[in-house]
């Protein structure tokens, strides 16, 4: 059974590679502790950028705590990452001004930034407006289902190409 699954497993990995890449045509800008940052920005001149969607809402005092727990094992990956071409970012909808104290109480080194007022959050349907909730329904993971909160986890990759292209 588990040489089985280990076949099924390898034949839907060849899939999911297998999968149209989407170019994305908006250009997001986020707040970062200079300033402004693009999404090309935070690739750092890799070709491979993985983004941590942190659960971190406008008016909240804190990040999430279980949030926390996943970065505070990603901020050592980042150095074996970069050796392979992917660079790690997080990203939040809380302004940058809540989020730098948040993460230097924590003691974090990772990019962290802000997307506070933009919609990068609700493009990739981590954050919901409050009339998604109100539906009792929010598009989340591929599925519509029900949600508690206005923000959720999750994870999205990015490749760069060489004419500097984002999917």
């Known amino acids: 059974q588990e040489k089985e699954f280990t076949r099924q ?4 990995s060849r899939k999911r590679r297998d999968l149209p890449w989407v170019r994305l045509e908006k250009n997001y800008v986020f707040e970062g502790p200079d300033g402004e940052v693009s999404l090309l920005d935070l690739f750092q ?3 491979q950028l993985i983004v941590y969607h942190f659960m971190f809402g406008p008016d909240w005092k804190e990040g999430c705590p279980s949030c926390s727990f996943v970065v505070d094992h990603l901020d050592g990956s980042s150095v074996h990452l970069n050796a392979r071409d992917v660079s790690l970012a997080v990203v939040s909808r809380a302004p940058y001004a809540q989020i730098r104290p948040f993460k230097e109480r924590m003691g974090w080194r990772f990019p962290w930034v802000s997307s506070s007022g933009g919609s990068f959050n609700f493009d990739f349907h981590v954050s919901f407006t409050k009339e ?5 329904k929010v598009r989340y993971n591929y ?3 029900s949600f508690p909160v206005e923000e959720a986890p999750g994870i999205s990759v990015f490749f760069k190409n060489p004419a500097g292209e984002i999917f």
């Open 9 to 12: 497993r390898d034949e839907l």
């Open 45 to 47: 001149g890799r070709s």
């Open 132 to 136: 998604e909730l109100a539906r009792g």
């Open 143 to 145: 599925e519509d289902l």
